[in-house]
C-alpha cells in the first residue's frame, strides 16, 4: 500500500506540470510540422531534401505523441463516471486491434464471463488501459504467440491480459508503472520506439475506480496483468 500511495504522489506531481508543458509544446510542434509538409510540397522529386524532410515530420509527429500522452496523462478532473460493462470494453478494444493481432500472427483467446456485473467507471478511459495493455502485450509478442483476456467476478471485477511474450525482468518489474520507463529504445522490427507512458497512464486511471493492478511475469514465459474494480454495489462513489 505505501508503494501504492508513493506512485500517487509521484503521478500526481508530474501531471500537474506534465500538463502545462505538452500544452506548450503542440503548439510550436504544430507549426514545425506545417511548414515541414509545406516544404515537402515545394521539393518534392528532391532526392537529397524529401527524406530530411521527411524525418523533420516523422519526428515532430512523434514528440507530438508523447505530448499528448502527458496530456492524457494529467488529464483527470472530469471524468464522467457511471455504470459500465467491462466485457464491452474489452470486446470494443479487441475489435480495433483484431486486424493488428491477425497480421503479427498473434492468436487472441477471449473468456469473458457472461452477466459481469457492471462497474462504476468511465468507457474510454478504461478502452485506453486495455488498448495500452494489449499493445503492450503485442509488442512483447514479435514474431506471434497467445494473447488471452478474461474477465470474472471475485469478490470484485476482476480482468487478466496475459500474453506469451518476452516478458518483463526482475530488475524492470518495479519501474514499469513509472513515467518514461520503456524498454523500447531501439524500435523492434516493424515496431516502434515507446514512450513509456501506457502503464504510467493506465495506473492512474485504475486509481480513479478505486482499482488495483498487478503483474506476474516471467523472463521468456510472459506477462499477465490482473486489473480489479470493486462492484458497483461496493463501490465508494456509487
Ligand atoms: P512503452 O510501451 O511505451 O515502452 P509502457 O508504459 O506501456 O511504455 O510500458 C513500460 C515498459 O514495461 C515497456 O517498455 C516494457 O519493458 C514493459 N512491459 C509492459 N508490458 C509488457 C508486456 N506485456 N510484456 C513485456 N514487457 C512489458
Ligand atoms: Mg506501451
Do not use: C, W
Amino acid at each position: 500500500l505505501e508503494g501504492q500511495l508513493a506512485q500517487a504522489d509521484k503521478l500526481s506531481s508530474i501531471g500537474l506540470l506534465a500538463a502545462g508543458v505538452a500544452h506548450e509544446i503542440n503548439t510550436p510542434l504544430a507549426v514545425i510540422s506545417s511548414y515541414a509538409q509545406m516544404l515537402a510540397k515545394q521539393l518534392r522529386g528532391d532526392a537529397r531534401l524529401s527524406p530530411v524532410l521527411e524525418k523533420i515530420t516523422q519526428q515532430s509527429f512523434r514528440a507530438a505523441e508523447i505530448a499528448n500522452g502527458l496530456l492524457n496523462f494529467s488529464r483527470t478532473s472530469t471524468t464522467e463516471m457511471k455504470a459500465t460493462n467491462l466485457n464491452q470494453v474489452i470486446r470494443d478494444t479487441l475489435s480495433l486491434l483484431e486486424h493488428q493481432f491477425k497480421t503479427a500472427q498473434i492468436h487472441v483467446d477471449m473468456e469473458l464471463t457472461p452477466d459481469l456485473p457492471p462497474i462504476h467507471g468511465n468507457a474510454g478511459k478504461l478502452q485506453q488501459v486495455f488498448l495500452n495493455l494489449l499493445l503492450n502485450a503485442k509488442e512483447a509478442m514479435p514474431s506471434g504467440g497467445n494473447l488471452r483476456v478474461t474477465t470474472l467476478v471475485n469478490g470484485h471485477v476482476e480482468a487478466v491480459v496475459s500474453d506469451s511474450g518476452s516478458g518483463i525482468s526482475p530488475e524492470h518489474m518495479k519501474r514499469i508503472y513509472d513515467p518514461f520507463f520503456t524498454t523500447k529504445t531501439i524500435p523492434a522490427p516493424g515496431g516502434k520506439r515507446g514512450t513509456g507512458l501506457g502503464l504510467s497512464v493506465s495506473y492512474g486511471i485504475i486509481q480513479e475506480h478505486a482499482g488495483k493492478i498487478h503483474v506476474e511475469s516471467a523472463i521468456g514465459a510472459g506477462t499477465t496483468f490482473h486489473l480489479e474494480f470493486p462492484l458497483l454495489r461496493n463501490s465508494v462513489h456509487a
